[in-house]
């Protein structure tokens, strides 16, 4: 099965051959600066494939991570983890419905009070998100 989406404007398109059916929201001050809120998305592993690429942006938001939008709309498209070769994608660019659940937040000590999602889901702060990447 292959999993595919594109950005708002239609000029990046993917397809992705696996897909986390898990939707996780980041909290962290990267994320809500570069999205203006959450960042909600799925792990897409690594094997993603990209139609359009010259109009993705990369920008190097730190040493091992790199986020990408559509330079034409704008639309977030994903943060790629770059030692695992790992695509996480924007949960809203899928083009068919799929039955994701949101079950995880991360960062969650650096959410904001001004909101809060109602779904139980699992939670972890900053320091245990680094410490389940050793």
């Keep these: 099965m ?3 989406g594109a950005c708002l404007c239609g000029a990046v398109k993917f397809s992705a051959k ?4 898990k939707v996780g929201a980041c909290h962290c001050g990267m994320c809500r600066k570069w999205t203006g809120g959450p960042f909600l998305a799925v792990d ?5 494939a990209f139609t359009g690429s010259d109009a993705i942006s990369r920008y190097a938001s730190s040493e091992w991570a790199e986020r990408a ?3 034409q709309c704008g639309s977030h498209l994903f943060y790629f983890l770059k030692e695992k070769n790992q695509f996480i994608i924007s949960a809203g660019l899928f ?4 039955d994701l659940i949101f079950d995880h937040q991360i960062f969650i000590d650096k959410k904001p009070d001004y909101y809060s999602f109602s779904n139980p889901t699992h939670n ?7 410490a389940a990447d050793e």
């Design 2 to 4: 292959e999993y595919k």
């Design 18 to 21: 696996t897909m986390s059916n």
């Design 44 to 48: 897409c592993g690594t094997e993603v």
């Design 69 to 71: 939008f559509c330079k």
């Design 95 to 98: 083009d068919e419905p799929i």
């Design 124 to 130: 972890m702060t900053e320091a245990e998100v680094f």
